[in-house]
């Protein structure tokens, strides 16, 4: 079983969807979440961070952490085209050495 | 632009064949990451330096070595190549903070064995 699971996708909705991002992870030493965006041919950058249960919310996205059942999620409001890319969920503890998800690519069509 | 430059982007060699692949981190940040990405295996970590010294090693081959210089730079030295090595590689540098942190990724080698 790997660390760090992730549906691969792809995911393709309609442009205005609500996209749900998840992972499931199985370490419960685990303290940082993290989203990362990867667009194609590119290398991944920080969407969400968070360190902690609950919710956090920047613009369209929003991070979920349930630790007591080692789950995460990122949802995308109204989805743009531009939001097209592969996003990989990634864990760690202490040290930086993140663990990634496997990533699930998105389409949003216009 | 992260800030993090990896050269070559692309790298074409033969099997049996030595590459070596080279990160320039952003500037202030001490530690350099090694990541290969292929399509089966997802983003592994491979190694961490931090300010020249070696500090976590994950799913690195022994065919493979890395070091960080004194200016920062990293280098990642890929020997006996195989099919299998195929891959993309990515550099990322951070701050060395102590927990969880941010990963400023490089746009990544792009390595074909044929």
């Known amino acids: 079983q790997k660390e760090v699971e992730q549906d691969p996708g792809p995911l393709s909705v309609p442009e205005g969807a609500i996209v749900s991002l998840n992972c499931t992870y199985s370490?419960?030493?685990?303290?940082?979440f993290m989203w990362y965006r990867q667009y194609s041919r590119k290398g991944p950058e920080l969407l969400m961070y968070?360190?902690?249960?609950g919710n956090k919310e920047d613009g369209r996205f929003t991070a979920q952490v349930d630790k007591s059942s080692k789950y995460i999620s990122l949802f995308i409001r109204d989805s743009q085209p531009s939001d097209s890319a592969t996003y990989l969920c990634?864990?760690?503890?202490?040290?930086?050495?993140?663990?990634f998800g496997g990533g699930t690519r998105l389409m949003v069509k216009p | 632009d992260s800030g993090v430059t990896q050269t070559p982007k692309h790298l074409i060699t033969a099997t049996g064949q030595r590459v070596t692949l080279r990160c320039s981190p952003r500037?202030?940040?001490?530690?350099v990451y090694w990541y290969q990405q292929s399509l089966d295996q997802g983003l592994q970590f491979l190694i961490h330096?931090?300010?020249?010294?070696?500090?976590a090693k994950g799913n690195i081959l022994e065919r493979f070595s890395a070091q960080q210089f004194p200016d920062l730079h990293s280098e990642l030295n890929l020997s006996s190549l195989e099919l299998g090595d195929s891959a993309l590689y990515f550099c990322?540098?951070?701050?060395?903070?102590?927990?969880?942190?941010?990963?400023?990724f490089g746009e990544g080698s792009r390595l074909t064995v044929l």
């Open positions: 990634a864990i760690s503890n202490a040290g930086n050495m993140l663990t």
């Open positions: 500037s202030g940040d001490l530690s």
């Open positions: 990322a540098s951070s701050i060395w903070t102590g927990g969880g942190g941010e990963l400023f």
């Open positions: 370490n419960s030493a685990f303290q940082y």
């Open positions: 330096y931090y300010n020249g010294e070696e500090r």
């Open positions: 968070t360190y902690s249960s």
